[in-house]
């Protein structure tokens, strides 16, 4: 399956934080337009606003029909952010930021995933790792 198969993709992302401004330059290169952002912080909804894209909650965002959801957010936040959007779309694609949960939520999140029907990636985001600078200096 390729990129070319689909009309136009789309995401809606939850958290506009320092990776989501990676995903966001990453899929604009990729023809992937961000048409919703959900995040609580005031400040963060108007740089959102500013940049042309539709700040919502969860339920206006799912009214938008996403090709998928690109989870953001604090790690604590995974988890409920998840379930919010498998109770809206229970078939939906998602991409969450590694790690996928804190480790005293992993029996609520595999019991979450044995009910959810769509697809879900895990992102490796190697930019933030200790070891990427590490290797760096070694070159």
């Known amino acids: ?15 506009d934080g320092h990776v989501a401004s990676l995903h ?3 899929f604009r290169d990729l023809e992937i337009e961000t048409v919703g952002i959900i995040d609580p912080d005031p400040v963060k909804q ?45 078939s939906a694609n998602i991409i969450v930021e590694k790690p996928i949960c804190e480790s005293g939520e992993i029996k609520t999140l595999i019991d979450l995933l044995n009910r959810f029907s769509g697809k ?20």
């Open 1 to 15: 399956m390729t990129l070319q198969m689909f009309e136009k993709l789309s995401c809606v992302r939850v958290g």
């Open 24 to 26: 966001e330059k990453i």
């Open 46 to 90: 108007k740089e959102a606003a500013k940049r042309g894209i539709k700040v919502c909650c969860f339920d206006q965002a799912a009214e938008l029909k996403p090709f998928f959801w690109d989870i953001c957010c604090p790690t604590k936040y995974h988890v409920e952010t998840i379930k919010t959007i498998v109770e809206i779309d229970n």
């Open 120 to 139: 879900l990636v895990v992102n490796e985001n190697y930019l933030s790792s200790s070891v990427t600078e590490k290797i760096k200096q070694v070159i």
